[in-house]
């Protein structure tokens, strides 16, 4: 009778046949039975093996714990968004975008909630122009470094925006990176207590001139230790910045001065420690 195996014959009447050709062959003496029962041993042994290794299964997606939506003040009469988001110490998370809701200008929105995001407490920052926050970083005191844009101070146009929160989201200070036209996109504490920031500049005369990838140094009080520009002769603009293990900064962004064309990835790798790091 065929069974299901390979061709016309059965995986197991396979199997008898082999066995049953070991003890019949011609000229198989009493050791070669025996390595022909060894043989037969091991392959039962194999088949026994590959049956109980369960097939291959791709890992499921996560299932949804939760989602949860955010207004300003529950008001919900504009737009609000977020752009930034970091778990913190204590199991919650920490959100920074924009908000619409309270002013008719857009406005600088900073949220903390509870492990299950419920909200704690929620910042608005800025003035009576454009603020936004672009990026948020738990601060190793426990606080918060907020990193956008304002157009709302200054007499230059839009520019960096810093703003230094406690763990409770009382305001230490704000600080304006002013230059002609710039934005802040990334922020991260470095190793030895002040802020990487990673964004945008124009530096030519009444910012006309293409923008450039911008890095910036600043203190704990937001004091600007050093900046750096990146780029050639057309647009160029870093989005986020990170530190590396050899003390140097890695950028990444888009560039229309290089590449293949239009828009190309932008990633730039800093030297180590730049000489002004070295002094402070």
């Given at each position: 009778e065929r069974g299901v195996g390979f061709g016309n014959k059965s995986r197991y009447a396979d199997i008898e046949l082999r066995f049953f050709t070991f003890f019949t062959s011609e000229g198989c003496d009493f050791f070669c039975k025996i390595n022909n029962i060894k043989k037969v041993f091991i392959s039962f042994l194999l088949i026994a093996i590959l049956a109980s290794v369960p097939a291959a299964s791709a890992t499921p997606a996560p299932d949804t714990e939760?989602?949860?939506?955010?207004?300003?003040?529950?008001?919900?009469?504009?737009?609000?968004?977020?752009?930034?988001?970091?778990?913190?110490?204590?199991?919650?998370?920490?959100?920074?975008?924009?908000?619409?809701?309270?002013?008719t200008m857009e406005d600088a929105y900073v949220i903390k909630t509870d492990w299950n995001g419920n909200k704690l407490w929620e910042r608005v920052m800025g003035g009576e122009n454009i603020d936004r926050a672009s990026a948020v970083d738990m601060t190793s005191d426990g606080g918060y470094i907020v990193a956008g844009s304002t157009w709302s101070y200054?007499?230059?146009?839009?520019?960096?925006?810093?703003?230094?929160?406690?763990?409770?989201?009382?305001?230490?200070?704000?600080?304006?990176?002013?230059?002609?036209?710039?934005?802040?996109?990334?922020?991260?504490?470095?190793g030895d207590g002040n802020f990487i920031i990673a964004g945008y500049t124009r530096t030519g005369v009444f910012g006309y001139d293409p923008e450039d990838a911008y890095l910036i140094k600043i203190d704990g009080l937001g004091k600007v230790i050093w900046s750096r520009e990146y780029g050639g002769s057309a647009d160029d603009r870093a989005y986020s910045v990170d530190m590396t293990s050899d003390g140097g900064y890695i950028l990444a962004g888009w560039t229309e001065s290089y590449g293949a064309g239009k828009k190309d990835i932008y990633v730039i790798k800093t030297?180590?420690?730049?000489t002004?790091?070295?002094a402070d």
């Open positions: 939760w989602e949860k939506t955010y207004a300003a003040f529950w008001n919900g009469g504009g737009y609000d968004e977020a752009n930034s988001i970091d778990e913190t110490r204590d199991g919650g998370y920490i959100i920074a975008g924009s908000t619409w809701s309270i002013n200054g007499t230059k146009g839009l520019n960096p925006y810093i703003v230094r929160l406690d763990r409770d989201g009382v305001k230490r200070w704000e600080k304006l990176i002013e230059g002609f036209i710039s934005e802040a996109f990334d922020v991260h504490e470095t030297c180590l420690l730049y002004s790091d070295a």
